[in-house]
């Protein structure tokens, strides 16, 4: 299935309905770059899927991710302004 989706001025786009409930996405998503372009993935629940994020967060501790995480949205308020 391939559709036409519009990039907002804030650079967002909509995931379709239909893929939504196809592949059970609800509030959050995995992004990935992948060599055939952008991988969007649902966040499994943590309880369901034990140690499925590991690869993704490279072994950060609960310091570094809550860190980078307050970083990346210092930089999203300033780009707003």
Do not use: N, W
Not at 6 to 17: E, G, L, R, Y
Request: with cysteine.
């Amino acid at each position: 299935m391939s559709q036409i989706v519009s990039i907002t001025s804030k650079d967002q786009a909509t995931i379709p309905k239909e893929l939504r409930e196809k592949y059970g996405m609800k509030d959050k998503a995995i992004v990935m770059e992948t060599p055939e372009g952008i991988l969007f993935k649902p966040l499994p629940p943590p309880c369901s899927e034990k140690g499925s994020l590991k690869t993704l967060l490279k072994d950060k501790t609960a310091k570094e991710l809550v860190k980078e995480a307050r970083e990346h949205e210092e930089r999203r308020e300033k780009k707003g302004e």
